[in-house]
Each structure stands twice: as structure tokens, then as C-alpha cells.
């Protein structure tokens, strides 16, 4: 067994800019590998995001169908969204998404922490928390101006059918559905 220590590994020699969007940062690292050999990798440097279940009452969990440009089709998700800005708390985050793409609040003390993820660790560091807000109430939604978002609400057994069905493909939902009926289904 090779200890953690003893694994080598590669080193950074420099990363380069290559865009900024207003998520994203594209960078290009020039990398040393253990064998003395130069390679180049991207990496994407991403400020961070929040995602919720929101629990309704019966026990159904609202969920977010929305088109999704990168797969230039819809998608079936827990709503979620980015930080604000790169220092705001996701706690914050998932309760301020929470409202705007479903039309549900819950009382900040009613937003609990599921868990963390990261969603495309080869090449991009984003970083997802995962909430489960409880004791919603209806209220409108907040769209941005961009978002064309329908809510639908569905119990944790079809969420999970859907999941194993490849209906719900988006990693965040998946990790967090799953997570939920492990965790909190069953406590």
C-alpha cells in the first residue's frame, strides 16, 4: 500500500486567464507531471452556489423544470442558483433561491444543511451546499430576468424512479434527492 505521502503528484507552473464571465473564470494551467514531462489542463474557477429541497408539507418535494442551454433541453431540478458574490454564505444563498424559482419561502431556521458536493472535479472547482427547507409557504416567485422556470412538485419515490430512469439527469439533484431520502426519510 502506498502511503499519502509518498504519492507523487503533479505541481502548477503557471495558470493564464483565458476568460471571465460573470460565473466564470476559464483558466489554462501549465503543469508539471511526476515524470518531468509539460502538460496543459483548463480549469474552470466557478464562485459557488446553493441548491434546496423544499419539502412541502405532504411530503412532496418542489422541483424546477427549466431549459437548459448546455444540453439544449429541459431539465428536471431542485432549484438552485450561484452566489451572489464569492463570499456569501450558501446558507443565504439556498433560502434567497428557494423563493425566487419556486414561489416558497421558509423562515431561515427552517433551511437545514444536507451536505456538499462538487460537481465536475477534473476540471472545474464548483462547489454546490445542499439545504432542506421545511414549513413552506406560498408566496411568487422572483425569476431573473432570464429564468423561464415551471415548478411541479413529486414525491421522493418518483424522484427516485426518475433518477434510475435517466428522466433526471443533473448531478446536483441526483446527490441531493438521493441524500435526502437516505438521511432524512429514514431518521
Excluded at 5 to 32: C, P, W
Excluded at 81 to 90: F, S
Aim: hydrophobic content about 35%.
Amino acid at each position: 500500500m502506498v502511503k499519502n505521502d509518498e504519492i507523487k503528484h503533479a505541481q502548477r507552473v503557471e495558470r493564464r486567464l483565458v476568460h471571465k464571465g460573470s460565473i466564470l473564470e476559464f483558466y489554462s494551467d501549465t503543469m508539471k507531471l511526476p515524470d518531468g514531462r509539460t502538460e496543459y489542463f483548463d480549469f474552470i474557477k466557478h464562485k459557488g452556489a446553493a441548491a434546496v429541497i423544499p419539502v412541502l408539507d405532504d411530503g412532496r418535494i418542489l422541483m424546477v423544470r427549466q431549459h437548459r442551454n448546455a444540453l439544449d433541453r429541459y431539465t428536471l431540478e431542485i432549484p438552485a442558483g450561484a452566489r451572489d458574490y464569492p463570499d456569501e454564505p450558501t446558507h443565504e444563498c439556498a433560502w434567497r433561491e428557494l423563493e425566487e424559482e419556486t414561489g416558497y419561502y421558509a423562515e431561515k431556521e427552517d433551511v437545514s444543511f444536507l451536505l456538499t458536493m462538487y460537481s465536475t472535479v477534473a476540471f472545474c472547482n464548483e462547489q454546490i451546499d445542499i439545504y432542506v427547507a421545511r414549513n413552506l409557504k406560498k408566496t411568487q416567485q422572483h425569476l431573473d430576468d432570464d429564468e423561464y422556470i415551471d415548478v411541479c412538485a413529486y414525491t421522493p419515490d418518483e424522484l427516485s424512479r426518475m433518477i434510475f430512469e435517466g428522466k433526471i439527469v443533473d448531478g446536483k439533484t441526483i446527490a441531493g434527492i438521493m441524500s435526502y431520502i437516505k438521511r432524512c426519510q429514514q431518521s
